[in-house]
């Protein structure tokens, strides 16, 4: 069956700092990719999303992510992290038809110290 | 913008009442979602339809049904409630045009069954 595990429940990055969150999944085929954020009290926000063509992904508010096969990982990455990014990060794979029905990971929650 | 909005943000039930929880798109969406979303779970799909009066069951459909007369309209109904289906609750749309469509979330119900 299909899975989603990322590994960190919460991660501490100092304003400035660059961040990497985890991702490993588990799908047969090749994986419909999503990476979700959550802001308090906000409904969740697609950052980006990878089904195939560059393993190098650009998201919306300077975020990326990278797939690679081998190591059945999609991280997202920020080069400088800012205050406002503090959130719940939600990793998923969609599956079934349209790859609409999504399977999501128990999310990361980052918390920005000044 | 895509607008998801969800008739409350909070509600609080008595064991074995009948619940409805309402969730309005205004972007002409063909698919509509409900997630049940618990802290350390992440994310679970409850139900999905993919067109009027069509649904599909989702990963977790116990205990609840759903109601779609409407394009724009997704209703989630649980039948009678229960303290595990304390949660919050996330609708979501999108459209059908390819795979793996944007799913837009609406800012959520926090229901508590007392």
């Known amino acids: 069956a299909q899975s989603v595990t990322q590994p960190d429940i919460h991660i501490t990055v100092s304003e400035g700092a660059s961040l990497e969150l985890r991702c490993n999944y588990s799908?047969?085929?090749?994986?419909?990719l999503f990476w979700y954020v959550q802001s308090p009290g906000q409904g969740l926000q697609l950052l980006l999303k990878?089904?195939?063509?560059?393993?190098l992904v650009q998201g919306i508010k300077g975020f990326e992510a990278e797939f690679k096969r081998s190591q059945s990982s999609f991280n997202l990455r920020k080069p400088s992290v800012h205050w406002s990014d503090a959130a719940e990060y939600f990793c998923?794979?969609?599956?079934?038809?349209?790859?609409?029905?999504?399977?999501f990971g128990t999310g990361t929650r980052l918390l920005v110290s000044p | 913008d895509v607008k998801v909005t969800q008739s409350s943000r909070y509600l609080v039930k008595r064991t074995g009442e009948k619940v409805f929880l309402e969730c309005v798109q205004d972007?002409?969406?063909?698919?509509m979602f409900w997630y049940r979303q618990d802290p350390g779970l992440g994310l679970r799909l409850i139900y999905f339809?993919?067109?009027?009066?069509?649904?599909e069951k989702g990963d977790i459909p116990e205990g609840y049904s759903v109601s779609r007369e409407k394009k724009e309209r997704f209703s989630l109904i649980l039948e009678s409630a229960s303290t595990n289906q304390t949660s919050m609750y996330l609708c979501?749309?999108?459209?059908?045009?390819?795979?793996?469509?944007?799913?837009?979330f609406g800012p959520g119900t926090r229901l508590t069954v007392l």
């Open positions: 972007m002409d969406h063909e698919n």
């Open positions: 990878y089904f195939s063509g560059d393993t």
């Open positions: 979501a749309s999108s459209s059908r045009t390819g795979n793996a469509d944007t799913q837009y």
């Open positions: 339809s993919y067109d009027v009066k069509m649904k």
């Open positions: 998923a794979v969609g599956r079934g038809t349209g790859f609409q029905k999504l399977v």
């Open positions: 799908y047969g085929a090749t994986p419909y």
